[in-house]
């Protein structure tokens, strides 16, 4: 089946860096990637939608300044968090859809961010 | 606003058969999907109801109501590795999905 990797798997960094997240598909293309977050025990929070080749779409409440979003080709999304804070470590998951008409997504390993 | 309610928790044993209940109130809706996770790791797609109706695929079913917002998931035989978190989605849009709450099983010997 469809595959999206998703790197680095964990990633820790000093407070006021910042971090990129990487996610590919890898045997189809993507002309739509999609950016969660997830809490402990949560469930997952939509940041926003990669578009290849234009902006992305931020979903309300998150800023699109601090959570930059690239989506330079078909099968590459990165998420840049920015200037990262404690309160920005989370569970972060790209996913992206294989085909039109279902609701399946296929989801990325998760980067796990911890900002100390 | 859009919602998906879940039961946080679920514990049934080894062997049983448990459902899980989703409810939902959203903007758009094309069809409701389930997720399993497990901690830790990725969420992996386990089915998707657009119409009326139950679907198996082998031991897991999922029924959807649309007139009554609702939707199940039945895990059949359970086994302990089916101890993860399930999570109902809606799929409001060409591109959005919906999560819930999500439910955790625990699976008892």
């Known amino acids: 089946g469809a595959v999206v990797s998703q790197h680095p798997s964990w990633v820790i960094c000093k407070s006021g860096t910042s971090v990129k997240i990487e996610c590919r598909s890898l045997d189809f293309q993507a002309t739509t990637m999609f950016w969660y977050r997830q809490f402990p025990k949560q469930s997952l929070m939509l940041m926003a939608t990669?578009?290849?080749?234009?902006?992305?779409?931020?979903e309300q409440g998150v800023e699109k300044d601090k959570f930059l979003i690239n989506h330079a080709s078909l099968t590459l999304s990165t998420l840049t968090v920015t200037s990262a804070h404690p309160e920005d470590s989370s569970f972060y998951i790209c996913?992206?859809?294989f085909g039109q008409g279902t609701g399946e997504l296929f989801f990325g390993e998760g980067s796990r961010l911890t900002v100390l | 606003g859009q919602s998906l309610e879940q039961p946080s928790e679920v514990t049934a044993v080894e062997g049983a058969i448990v459902q899980i209940n989703c409810t939902y109130q959203t903007s758009g809706f094309y069809g409701l999907s389930w997720y399993q996770q497990h901690d830790g790791g990725a969420p992996t797609f386990l089915s998707y109801?657009?119409?009326?109706g139950l679907e198996e695929t082998g031991r897991f079913s999922s029924f959807l109501s649309r007139s009554d917002s609702y939707g199940y998931l039945l895990l059949q035989e359970l086994q302990m590795k089916d101890s993860a978190s399930y999570f109902c989605a809606v799929k409001t849009g060409a591109n959005n999905l919906f999560f819930g709450t999500g439910t955790r099983l625990t699976v008892i010997p």
């Open positions: 109801n657009a119409l009326d």
């Open positions: 990669s578009n290849e080749g234009s902006k992305a779409t931020y």
């Open positions: 996913s992206a859809r």
